[in-house]
């Protein structure tokens, strides 16, 4: 089993940045792929994104080049580097974790951003 908790949301204006943590506990991360979702008010929840166990990346169209996704294995917590925030990236935020062979799959109960001038 994985426990994992956000933190870091909050209220930011637009332009401005945020740093989103998901600490990890119950075992060990390095397995993992760990991913970043968000749900936005009345929408789908959308892969924002991904880092998988070697530290290659992947992320959404909409964030790309504002957002960095990062993991401390050592730590055993992952990170979002928010810049640039617009109102559109107002959403609350999800960690997740996929060991996609072992069939395992974890969540964490969400971090609240909002970016409102």
């Known amino acids: 089993q994985v426990q994992l908790v956000e933190s870091g949301g909050g209220l930011v204006q637009p332009g401005g940045s945020l740093r989103l943590s998901c600490a990890a506990s119950?075992?060990?991360?390095?397995?993992?792929?760990m991913n970043w979702y968000r749900r936005a008010p009345g929408k789908q929840r959308e892969l924002v994104a991904s880092?998988?166990?070697?530290?290659?990346?992947n992320y959404a169209d909409s964030v790309k080049g504002r957002f960095t996704i990062s993991r401390d294995n050592a730590k055993n917590t992952v990170y979002l580097q928010m810049n640039s925030l617009n109102p559109e990236d107002t959403a609350v935020y999800y960690c997740n974790a996929k060991w996609a062979l072992a069939g395992h799959e974890y969540w964490g109960q969400g971090t609240q951003v909002i970016v409102s001038s």
């Open positions: 880092i998988t166990s070697s530290s290659r990346t």
């Open positions: 119950g075992s060990r991360i390095s397995p993992y792929v």
